[in-house]
């Protein structure tokens, strides 16, 4: 199957997709997908000679406190440090076995990303840095993928593999990195506030059910101004975070990094998942309208007949007058 799919892409030359090759193939499209995998890492693995390495992204909290992070990686060797942007910082740090140092950026909205570290340097790395960590979360969300550093090749993507190839236009490979680092700590950081807006979601998912039974809402007023306010804190944080819609400033005179950003970020879906989380948004946005009405009705109800019982107790006391 696999060598009669590589005999169709060869006869279908420039005119076709390899998807569209696929389809003629008989392919499904799950296998087509990893033949093309295959013909990627076939093509990479002959034009170098160099080991795939990792590279992750973590976002372990809402920020960070760069003069607090800045004494922490100071204490631990971790030096040069330098301030690539404003909300960026990169230091390197040696690799036990390796030629290369391992690359580390950390970005103030409380994600970090690696390149070259083992699994146990990155943990060891999470727990140094915990004292510069605001509002930390709970859960760490994590992203990864495989680059190759070789100044044979150019500086792209392959597939699902980064690579950092020779220095362009006077440029340092590290700027390639942090383009690549900016996008891949992007998706972690979205990765976040989906979980917090399909948690939202979940803690509200009997509501419709009981609207459409006529019942009312078991919840009292406490309970719905704090779910409104988590709705609210949520909308505030997504709109903090104004890179996740929007080309960083560092790229707009940059159109190479600025390339490398969005090809990362299209790798990885993010504008797709930024279009379904408006979605979950919008209809976040409607239920939040409907527990406010919810509340103002019963507030108005409750003054209602407050305002009933005063006039039956007024009229009480007129009759009592009359009969004296």
């Not at 590290?174 to 399909?198: C, P």
């Not at 804190?233 to 490398?260: C, I, M």
């Not at 090809?263 to 930024?274: E, F, H, M, Q």
Request: hydrophobic content about 40%.
């Amino acid at each position: 199957m696999f060598i009669k799919t590589l005999i169709v892409i060869k006869k279908s030359q420039a005119k076709k997709n390899l998807r569209r090759v696929g389809s003629e193939a008989g392919l499904p499209r799950e296998a087509f997908e990893e033949v093309i995998q295959r013909v990627q890492y076939f093509l990479l693995s002959s034009l170098t000679k160099v080991e795939p390495r990792q590279v992750r992204a973590y976002c372990v909290s809402e920020a960070f406190s760069f003069p607090k992070l800045r004494a922490i990686l100071g204490s631990n060797g971790h030096y040069p440090f330098t301030a690539l942007s404003e909300d960026c910082i990169h230091v390197t740090s040696e690799i036990d076995g390796e030629p290369d140092q391992g690359d580390i950026f950390f970005f103030m909205d409380g994600t970090v990303v690696t390149w070259g570290l083992s699994e146990e340097d990155n943990v060891r790395l999470l727990d140094q840095i915990k004292p510069a960590e605001m509002e930390p979360y709970s859960e760490i969300e994590e992203e990864e993928l495989d680059f190759i550093q070789d100044p044979q090749l150019r500086t792209g993507m392959m597939g699902e593999t980064l690579i950092i190839g020779r220095e362009q236009d006077g440029e340092s490979p590290i700027y390639a990195k942090l383009a690549f680092s900016n996008g891949i700590a992007r998706s972690t950081k979205l990765a976040v506030l989906e979980e917090q807006l399909d948690n939202y979601l979940d803690s509200t998912r009997e509501i419709p059910k009981i609207l459409a039974r006529g019942k009312k809402l078991p919840w009292g007023r406490q309970k719905t101004l704090q779910k409104v306010g988590e709705l609210l804190a949520f909308r505030g944080e997504l709109n903090l975070h104004s890179e996740l819609v929007e080309t960083p400033d560092l790229y707009w005179a940059k159109p190479q990094l600025e390339e490398y950003y969005n090809r990362i970020s299209r790798n990885l879906d993010v504008a797709v998942r930024i279009t379904i989380l408006n979605k979950k948004l919008d209809y976040a946005n409607e239920l939040a309208a409907t527990l406010r009405s919810h509340l103002s009705e019963k507030h108005g109800l409750a003054l209602e007949w407050g305002i009933i019982g005063l006039i039956a107790i007024e009229v009480v006391f007129g009759i009592i007058e009359l009969i004296k």
